[in-house]
């Protein structure tokens, strides 16, 4: 079985400030983590993807995340927030299911970037 | 560019009557999911079909239908059945048996009640 826990459904930062957005992972197998963000009436665009390999992933638009297995956390942070960073946030871990990629979601945090 | 196209992006639905949202995909991918959004909910399977001809039940396939005649389409009917049908509906893809794929997203259709 596998769940992730976003730990905030809403963070305020002000522009330039840097943003931290929490996630807890559970899973019976090494997880496959990922980070999508989600624009108004938009679909998910992926951010970054953890799979094992360096535990310190780089993604779009200045995003990176650590995987830090002892803590079951994968912390998604950005140095200094832009007014366009201001979307909806999900933290997915996926875990194979009989060869398939089946994705649990967290339920989102809502980014809002303040001027 | 390759993508994953859904249309309507909005649809109204009376009482009793099915609707259907179309999903297509030109990324070659094998697989294919439908997701629902409810606010506060994140994202919840409906049904994934990892072959042409073939799909299974996600989390909460009750009162929703699917095919998967082409590898290129993957069709969801909202049936009379589903007595709650108002969500945010996604479609996603993805490369099938390989770990860590992510999905790739099209952009939503939207289903309200008239």
């Known amino acids: 079985a596998q769940s992730v826990t976003q730990l905030d459904s809403h963070v305020s930062v002000s522009e330039g400030t840097p943003v931290l957005l929490r996630c807890n992972y559970s899973s019976s197998y090494s997880p496959s983590l990922f980070w999508y963000v989600q624009h108004p009436n938009k679909g998910l665009q992926l951010l970054l993807k953890?799979?094992?390999?360096?535990?310190l992933v780089k993604g779009i638009n200045g995003f990176e995340a650590e995987f830090k297995k002892s803590e079951t956390s994968f912390h998604l942070t950005k140095p200094s927030a832009h007014m366009s960073d201001a979307a909806e946030y999900f933290c997915?871990?996926?875990?194979?299911?009989?060869?398939?990629?089946?994705?649990?979601f967290g339920t989102g945090t809502q980014l809002k970037v303040e001027l | 560019d390759g993508g994953i196209t859904q249309s309507p992006k909005y649809l109204f639905r009376k009482e009793g009557q099915n609707v259907t949202l179309s999903c297509e995909q030109n990324l070659n991918h094998d697989a294919m999911y439908w997701y629902r959004q409810d606010p506060g909910q994140g994202l919840r399977l409906i049904y994934y079909?990892?072959?042409?001809?073939?799909?299974q039940k996600g989390d909460i396939a009750e009162g929703y239908s699917v095919s998967r005649e082409k590898k290129e389409s993957f069709p969801l009917t909202v049936t009379s059945a589903q007595k709650n049908p108002t969500a945010f509906y996604l479609c996603a893809s993805s490369i099938f048996g390989r770990e860590g794929q992510p999905q790739h997203f099209g952009d939503g259709t939207r289903l309200s009640i008239l």
């Open positions: 953890y799979t094992s390999a360096a535990t």
């Open positions: 079909s990892q072959i042409v001809n073939d799909f």
């Open positions: 997915v871990v996926s875990g194979i299911t009989g060869g398939g990629n089946k994705l649990t």
